[in-house]
């Protein structure tokens, strides 16, 4: 007697789990299948689709005016080099030109790629410095991240 009502509940939930495996099996083909690359190849993407990296200039051809940027890879943790193209299109923030760059910069930049693979970059922005890490250093004092007021109420009081 339990056996009969045991039966059809252990069919039930295999039938389900069946469907389930094929429809999750047919989902990850899918998109495999899209996201799939041939080594050497470029992701087809439109010109227009602009794309953004931000980190520290490793070397600079003026001549070629390209720049090689290491930056970080969020999706798999790992510092890589890319190289940018500079072109007649390209905008600067808080620059002027090329030239005002030097290795160890730190930057962030807009850049599109071309359907040869080639990453032409749209703008480039230096980032400055934190303002009062600046004057700290042009002072020659460390930045005081945490001021204890006891202390700089001490420091105002004439000695006597």
Known sequence: MVLKKIIPVFLCAAFIAA???IAFAADEVTLGAENT??????????????????GEVVNLDGAGKTITLKYLDYETDQEKDILL??????????????DEIKPKDTLSIDYTI???GKNIAGNISLESPDSSAVVDA???????????PEQT????????
Not at 37 to 54: F, K, L
Not at 138 to 148: I, N, R
């Open 19 to 21: 469907t389930t495996l």
């Open 37 to 54: 690359v041939a080594p050497g190849q470029v992701p087809s993407q439109n010109e227009n689709d602009m794309q953004w990296v931000w």
């Open 85 to 98: 193209a500079v072109d007649e299109k390209t905008t600067f923030d808080n620059i002027k030109s090329l």
């Open 114 to 116: 071309t359907s040869g």
């Open 138 to 148: 042009q002072e020659g004092k460390q930045p005081d991240l945490q001021a204890d």
């Open 153 to 160: 109420a001490l420091e105002a009081e004439p000695a006597v």
